[in-house]
């Protein structure tokens, strides 16, 4: 302990402390007496030496959590590496495919928070409906055009698959740096921009489907490959989606300038991918008019076409809940039986349409079948007699337990579809199948929310709404099962 000199009288300074001799080395220094200035308050040194020990206390428990956090990231670095690398993935190359994803998933999550709340949540109804109506307008129907364009475009870099996919993730960087801005200004490239996103999110599917077969492990079905991608993009949404609200916290662009972040690192992983992923011998085009038919002595399979026909019901079912849904609960109708807080309502339906999602992305992972195209037909068939069960009895357990089916029936039917075109389509002609049958899911579900907003905004009753699309998906239903196995039976 230092030494204090004080002009003392043995009542009011410390008096010189020596230092401690041999015998008492081991004792502590004797502490001063506790003393008060004359306005009461603590002496100079006494209060330095509370600082000191208050400081100490800090940095002490700061270090602690530092190497908690510090702790507890690396654990959770060491298992999502385990994670991607297990069943022989690490080998095959495909965690390289999985953290890629990670990354794609994330901005992507980053991207939706951020239109979500310009054009939705921040906006009186009324109002919402016409910019989310204008959106998809300006947006999906010049996508319309663009994605039968967006097979054979890709088609070129088949000896170049790395750098495509890079090229999808480097083009939604630049888009979101420039949405940044356009939110800000209220600027038309707003649209144009959004659409490339979209544009460049499909062709990133395209591509990243049509490299799983090069990287599948002996060990994996497609099936199960499909599920663990999808898991893994459904976790980085998880974690993004949080830090991407944060953002928009401060300002809009900001959550869009994390997802040009994401992005960035998310190029550089696809160049990093594999050099076997480039590989595309005798690979050539096909069109979705010759689907069920032969072109060069090539067939494309009935199952194939049936998976596409369900997962186009499936679709227009999500789009058609998403956006009439969003806008009925913003306002909650009294035949759902609800009191609380429309908020809560809305956030309890999305939940469970997010549950859905995700368990089936699990039962994908822990499945062994090999038959998705029985699983295609069924989801399609639970998907529209909960939709019917709901439109029946419109009450809000049912409306969640609708949102649980959506997910769960949507996240099993993509998975499976494209087990099917990666199992059933040949190489040659397995990169525009993709590209169309994106294009045709992509329809479908802006198909969903027109009729959607088109139902809302003229003012019909909910229940006679999901009366009306349950018709219709009825129909549908009828039409892909009857085809699927007439053509089976005049096959066989």
């Known amino acids: 302990m230092p030494d204090h000199d004080t002009a003392g009288d043995g009542s009011g300074g410390w008096e010189r402390l020596e230092p401690p001799s041999r015998s008492s080395a081991g004792d502590p220094p004797p502490e001063p007496p506790e003393e008060s200035t004359e306005d009461g308050t603590e002496p100079a040194g006494r209060r330095g030496s509370a600082a000191s020990r208050t400081a100490g206390a800090a940095r002490r428990l700061s270090t602690g959590t530092g190497r908690l956090v510090a702790r507890g990231g690396t654990g959770a670095f060491t298992g999502a590496r385990r994670f991607t690398h297990s069943g022989g993935a690490g080998e095959s190359g495909l965690s390289r495919l999985l953290e890629l994803h990670a990354f794609n998933t994330a901005g992507d999550a980053a991207i939706a928070v951020s239109l979500a709340g310009t054009l939705f949540f921040t906006v009186p109804t009324e109002q919402a409906a016409g910019q989310v109506a204008l959106f998809l307008v300006l947006t999906m129907l010049p996508f319309a055009v663009v994605a039968p364009l967006l097979g054979p475009f890709l088609d070129r870099f088949r000896r170049g698959r790395r750098w495509a996919i890079g090229s999808t993730l480097a083009i939604r960087a630049f888009c979101c740096w420039v949405l940044a801005s356009a939110v800000v200004d209220e600027s038309p490239a707003f649209y144009l921009a959004a659409l490339g996103c979209l544009v460049a999110s499909k062709a990133y599917g395209v591509t990243r489907a ?28 998880a974690i993004s989606a949080p830090i991407a ?24 992983l696809a160049v990093l991918l594999p050099p076997r992923v480039d590989s595309s011998a005798g690979e050539e085009s096909v069109d979705l008019a010759e689907l069920g038919g032969r072109r060069r002595g090539m067939a494309i399979t009935r199952h194939v076409v049936d998976a596409l026909r369900s997962n186009a019901g499936l679709r227009l079912i999500t789009g058609f809940l998403t956006i009439f849904m969003a806008f009925t609960l913003r306002d909650p109708p009294a035949s759902l039986g609800w009191g609380g807080n429309a908020t809560v309502l809305m956030a309890l339906v999305i939940g469970a349409a997010g549950a859905g999602n995700t368990l089936g992305i699990v039962i994908g992972n822990l499945t062994r079948s090999r038959s998705p195209h029985r699983v295609v037909l069924a989801v399609l068939v639970l998907d529209v007699a909960v939709l019917v069960v709901t439109a029946l009895f419109f009450v809000w357990p049912v409306a969640a337990l609708l949102g649980l089916s959506a997910g769960l029936c949507q996240s099993l039917g993509k998975l499976s579809l494209d087990a099917l075109i990666q199992r059933d389509v040949r190489e040659e002609v397995r990169t525009s199948m993709f590209a169309r049958s994106e294009t045709l899911l992509q329809l479908s579900w802006v198909i969903g929310g027109l009729i959607g907003i088109g139902l809302f905004t003229a003012s019909i009753d909910v229940a006679v709404a999901m009366i009306a699309v349950a018709v219709l998906l009825l129909a549908w239903l009828a039409y892909v099962v009857r085809d699927a196995y007439v053509t089976r039976d005049q096959q066989a």
């Open 210 to 237: 049509a490299t799983v077969p090069r990287l599948l492990p002996t060990e994996f079905t497609l099936v199960k490959a499909n599920s663990r991608i999808s898991l893994t993009g459904t976790g980085a949404a």
């Open 245 to 268: 609200v944060g953002a928009a916290t401060i300002g809009a662009p900001w959550s869009l300038r994390y997802a040009f972040l994401l992005f960035v690192i998310g190029t550089i």
